[in-house]
């Protein structure tokens, strides 16, 4: 069955980074976009980044051009979510989501 499973979450204060990681099971991973959500409590889930297939098309919400990179590794099959410059805004549960399954959601607090 389809699995994706994220890791790299926790406790940073603000300005510094982390880097999350979504390892895929159960389909051909390198068919699918795959993309980062994120949800803030009170908020609903909403997108951060995406990224094709291929790794050639990259999208970014606003709020974090310039500061979050998505990357893939499609030998692994992992996608990879680099956040530098955090804010204690970007606090939230990220979620991994591709062939229309999610993962289980890794914290992400930024917080001095």
């Known amino acids: 069955q389809v699995q994706l499973v994220e890791s790299g979450g926790g406790l940073v204060q603000p300005g510094g980074s982390l880097r999350l990681s979504c390892a895929g099971s159960?389909?051909?991973?390198?068919?699918?976009?795959m993309s980062w959500y994120r949800q803030a409590p009170g908020k609903e889930r909403g997108l951060v980044a995406s990224i094709s297939g291929t790794g050639e098309i990259r999208y970014y919400a606003d709020s974090v051009k310039g500061r979050f990179t998505i990357s893939r590794d499609n030998a692994k099959n992992t996608v990879y979510l680099q956040m530098n410059s955090l804010k204690p805004e970007d606090t939230a549960v990220y979620y991994c989501?591709?062939?229309?399954?999610w993962g289980q959601g890794t914290q992400v607090t930024v917080s001095s």
């Open positions: 159960g389909f051909i991973f390198n068919i699918y976009s």
């Open positions: 989501g591709g062939n229309s399954h």
